[in-house]
């Protein structure tokens, strides 16, 4: 099975030798599993041909909001529905999670409850998870026909499916702790507060189910669908 991976950002520069690429980080997480992956740099312009150049779809983190004025964001949008059209599995993370829900009808906005950084518990289905979180927008409005899969005080909407072909997560299963903290110095210092980055810096040391839920968005790209 062929996975195309649409990358809308890129790490900092400053953590690019030691930790890879986005693509690089779901394709590890995805291992193990009998995919081939394809890279589209969406965020530079790189689109695929269509929805026959992969079998199934992840949509990468990002440093952009899905609300802002960029050229590659309606293109990507077009391709989230026609994705959806045709029935083709989709996963959405951080960024990814955002422009699906805003591309299908949903709302996205700067929240104003502030950040969610490092280790956070969510409720995924009646099971606590744990998975590292970064960012401060989030889905304050859902499409129709979306249903709340994953959810926490902070993050009401921190995953969403719609119907038996998308699913979407507000965290980062794709992070592990050492790119969190890698974040915390390059990305968070002057834009999160000190607090919720130290706070966050005390949590890291502690089991994630990183691995859980990337066996679960193996197994939603793989399943048979009617």
């Not at 980080?25 to 599993?33: D, E, I, P, V």
Request: glycine fraction near 12%; charged fraction near 20%; aromatic fraction near 10%.
């Amino acid at each position: 099975m062929k996975i195309g991976i649409l990358v809308t950002g890129h790490p900092p520069d400053e953590l690019r030798s030691d930790f890879g690429t986005y693509d690089g980080m779901f394709r590890t997480l995805l291992g193990g599993n009998g995919f081939t992956f394809q890279t589209y740099n969406v965020v530079d312009g790189q689109f695929p041909d269509g929805t026959d150049s992969a079998d199934g779809w992840v949509i990468t983190g990002s440093r952009h909001g899905a609300y802002e004025d960029h050229a590659w964001i309606p293109p990507l949008e077009n391709l989230i529905r026609a994705i959806r059209d045709k029935g083709q599995p989709l996963i959405g993370v951080c960024f990814g999670h955002q422009i699906i829900a805003q591309a299908l009808g949903g709302k996205v906005e700067k929240f104003t409850g502030g950040w969610a950084v490092g280790r956070t518990d969510y409720d995924l289905d009646g099971q606590t998870v744990t998975l590292n979180a970064w960012h401060q927008d989030q889905v304050v409005a859902l499409p129709d026909g979306a249903r709340v899969t994953g959810t926490n005080d902070f993050c009401r909407n921190a995953m969403v499916a719609y119907g038996d072909t998308i699913w979407t997560v507000q965290a980062h299963p794709e992070y592990g702790d050492s790119f969190i903290q890698g974040l915390i110095e390059t990305r968070g210092k002057g834009v999160v507060p000190d607090e919720l980055m130290q706070a966050a810096t005390d949590r890291l040391p502690a089991n994630d189910d990183n691995p859980k839920i990337g066996q679960f968005m193996a197994e939603f790209l793989k399943k048979e669908r009617a």
